[in-house]
């Protein structure tokens, strides 16, 4: 336990990301993708949608913390501190909290991950429990 995993490279997040992910997703709140919407609200810039936030800090835990996982049980207390834009530069790294054996899956365990998003100012942006 307390094991820390730096998750790299990191990433730039780009407009066309958030234009994309928004547009897929059919969210239709518009400070992600309508410019002169954004200019309005206290950002005046356009809003990465969260959940591409979140989709792209777990992409990035796969190498060093979830590729030999056999299925992600969920996420637990996410919080999202900080907005991100378009520009902004994303790492993340992760910590085990805890681990157990499974109840209902004998040679396989359970694992607790705390993974922190962090933008280029090193401002914690993110933090969601995770179970393995």
């Known amino acids: 336990m307390g094991d820390v995993f730096e998750h790299r490279p990191g990433r730039t997040v780009l407009d066309v990301d958030n234009v994309w992910f928004t547009l897929l ?17 206290e950002w ?18 796969v190498n060093s913390i ?4 056999v299925a992600n049980l969920g996420w637990d207390k ?8 378009a520009g902004d530069m ?3 790294e992760s ?6 054996e499974s109840k209902s899956r004998t040679i396989q365990g359970i694992v607790t991950v705390l993974t922190r998003e962090l933008i280029k100012t090193i401002k914690k942006l993110l933090a969601s429990k995770e179970l393995y």
């Open 44 to 61: 005046k810039k356009l809003l990465v949608d969260s959940t591409f936030t979140l989709a792209l800090v777990t992409g990035m835990s």
């Open 78 to 85: 996410v919080r999202l501190t900080n907005p991100v834009f």
């Open 25 to 41: 997703t059919l969210n239709p709140q518009q400070v992600h993708f309508d410019q002169h919407y954004a200019d309005k609200t």
């Open 90 to 92: 994303i790492y993340a």
């Open 95 to 100: 910590t085990i909290l805890s681990k157990r």
């Open 66 to 69: 979830s590729g030999k996982v």
